[in-house]
């Protein structure tokens, strides 16, 4: 993955919220599910007030 295949992901992918923590401190941490090159990936990104860290990619 590149930048632009992760920034098309963060674009289209939506965002599953059952999963997702988005109460937790002092970073939040989603789960975004959308497409890569044709493949369903499941991206985790931990939200900070600084910084977004992309922790996992799951194909």
Do not use: Q
């Not at 997702?20 to 991206?43: H, N, R």
Request: negative net charge.
């Amino acid at each position: 993955m590149d930048s632009t295949d992760i920034n098309g992901f963060l674009y289209n992918g939506d965002v599953d919220f059952g999963k997702s923590e988005t109460e937790t401190k002092p970073c939040k941490t989603y789960f975004i599910e959308g497409m890569v090159k044709d493949k369903a990936a499941i991206l985790k990104v931990k939200n900070c007030s600084e910084k977004a860290i992309i922790e996992s990619v799951a194909f």
